[in-house]
C-alpha cells in the first residue's frame, strides 16, 4: 500500500514541475517577442522656431524592463541635422505628459514648460524627489536661451 502511495506521489510532483517547466517556457518566449523589454525613445511633442532654423522636442526614453527609470527630455537640434543634443533631462515614470511644453518667444528664446510625476500616493517627500529627479537643464544652447517653467501639473501613474 505504501508503494502505491510513493508510486502516486512522485507522479504527482511530476505532472506539477512540468507543467511549471511548460508554463516558463511559455512565458520566456512570449517576452521574447514582447516590447517590454526594449528601450525605446520618441517624441511626445515638437516645435520649430519661428525663423524655422531649430527644432525643439519633448522626448520620452523608457527602459528596459527593470533596467533603471524612465526619463523625459529636451532636445534641441538644427532643422537640417538628424541628431540633436539633450538640454533637459529629468527621471519621469508617468504617462502623462500635459505639464510639459514648448514655446517658442523669439527665435533666440525657448521656453520649457516641465511637470512632476508622482508615481504612488504612499511616497514621501524623499521618494517624489528621486521620481522627479533633474540630471541637465542647461541655460543655453548654441545662441538660444532657454528659460524654464514649473507648470505644477502633477501627473500620477
Not at 533631462?89 to 508617468?94: D, Q, R
Request: aromatic share 12%; charged share 25%.
Amino acid at each position: 500500500m505504501i508503494p502505491k502511495v510513493i508510486k502516486f506521489a512522485v507522479w504527482g510532483v511530476a505532472i506539477v514541475v512540468a507543467t511549471f517547466l511548460i508554463l516558463l517556457i511559455a512565458l520566456f518566449v512570449d517576452w521574447g517577442r514582447s516590447s517590454a523589454h526594449r528601450d525605446q525613445d520618441y517624441v511626445v511633442k515638437q516645435k520649430t522656431s519661428p525663423d524655422g532654423r531649430v527644432i525643439a522636442e519633448i522626448r520620452r526614453a523608457t527602459t528596459g524592463m527593470w533596467a533603471g527609470p524612465d526619463t523625459v527630455y529636451v532636445a534641441m537640434r538644427t532643422a537640417t541635422r538628424v541628431g540633436s543634443d539633450r538640454i533637459y533631462s529629468k527621471t519621469y515614470e508617468c504617462d502623462d505628459f500635459s505639464g510639459f511644453g514648448l514655446e517658442w518667444n523669439s527665435p533666440n528664446q525657448l521656453t520649457v514648460t516641465y511637470g512632476e510625476c508622482h508615481e504612488s500616493k504612499f511616497n514621501g517627500p524623499t521618494e517624489f524627489a528621486q521620481e522627479n529627479k533633474v540630471s541637465k537643464s542647461d541655460s543655453a544652447w548654441n545662441d538660444i536661451a532657454i528659460r524654464y517653467v514649473d507648470s505644477h501639473h502633477v501627473a500620477s501613474r
